[in-house]
T-cell receptor, first 111, second 116 residues
Framework: TQLLEQSPQFLSIQEGENLTVYCNSSSVFSSLQWYRQEPGEGPVLLVTVVTGGEVKKLKRLTFQFGDARKDSSLHITAAQPGDTGLYLC???????????FGQGTTLQVKP | DVKVTQSSRYLVKRTGEKVFLECVQDMDHENMFWYRQDPGLGLRLIYFSYDVKMKEKGDIPEGYSVSREKKERFSLILESASTNQTSMYLC???????????????FGPGTRLTVL
């Protein structure tokens, strides 16, 4: 069974600080997705990373896929209150195509 | 604008009741999914469907069944609701074709079910 461990589970920071969320597994994934979920809504895709070592940037968000395609990180620079939400990583199962989700990171950015 | 809608945002049922959760997508997607979301556990897959009348068990299918009679509609059924099925239920759809890993899942807003 493929599992994804996401850390930390909770993060409360001040506006302007930087943060990193980690997503780790002992399994290889064909690709990995990051979603963001706001209260009362379903998750929305932020990015998909496919190649080992790949780095993608989305404004102040930087996503990296590990060289071995077993882990990923999300780094937010100069966090803003609008970044508040639940961040979920999801690995695409190698043989199934199903998404395997991490536990999620609840981020609160205080003004 | 792509859309996945779920029949109810909030639902309260009693133990033993039969519960129907409906999901409709307007994107002509082949794949549809039902997840439950619990704090600290992320999203766990209950059932999914690759096409009309097709269904596959996910990771936690016990106590649930599904129905997909039309392409746009995927229903989750709790035959006899129990208190441990109190949760947030999320429906998603995805276009098939192309490399599997590239295709985004589009989620509905969720149904918060409470079983008393």
């Amino acid at each position: 069974t493929q599992l994804l461990e996401q850390s930390p589970q909770f993060l409360s920071i001040q506006e302007g600080e930087n943060l990193t969320v980690y997503c780790n597994s002992s399994s290889v994934f064909s690709s990995l997705q990051w979603y963001r979920q706001e209260p009362g809504e379903g998750p929305v895709l932020l990015v998909t990373v496919v190649t080992g070592g790949e780095v993608k940037k989305l404004k102040r968000l930087t996503f990296q896929f590990g060289d071995a395609r077993k882990d990923s990180s999300l780094h937010i620079t100069a966090a803003q209150p609008g970044d508040t939400g639940l961040y979920l990583c999801a690995g695409v199962g190698s043989n199934t195509g199903k998404l395997i989700f991490g536990q999620g990171t609840t981020l609160q950015v205080k003004p | 604008d792509v859309k996945v809608t779920q029949s109810s945002r909030y639902l309260v049922k009693r133990t033993g009741e039969k519960v129907f959760l409906e999901c409709v997508q307007d994107m002509d997607h082949e794949n549809m999914f039902w997840y439950r979301q619990d704090p600290g556990l992320g999203l766990r897959l209950i059932y999914f469907s690759y096409d009309v009348k097709m269904k596959e068990k996910g990771d936690i299918p016990e106590g649930y069944s599904v129905s997909r009679e039309k392409k746009e509609r995927f229903s989750l059924i709790l035959e006899s609701a129990s208190t441990n099925q109190t949760s947030m239920y999320l429906c998603a759809s995805r276009m098939t074709g192309g490399p599997t890993g590239y295709n985004e899942q589009f989620f509905g807003p969720g149904t918060r079910l409470t079983v008393l």
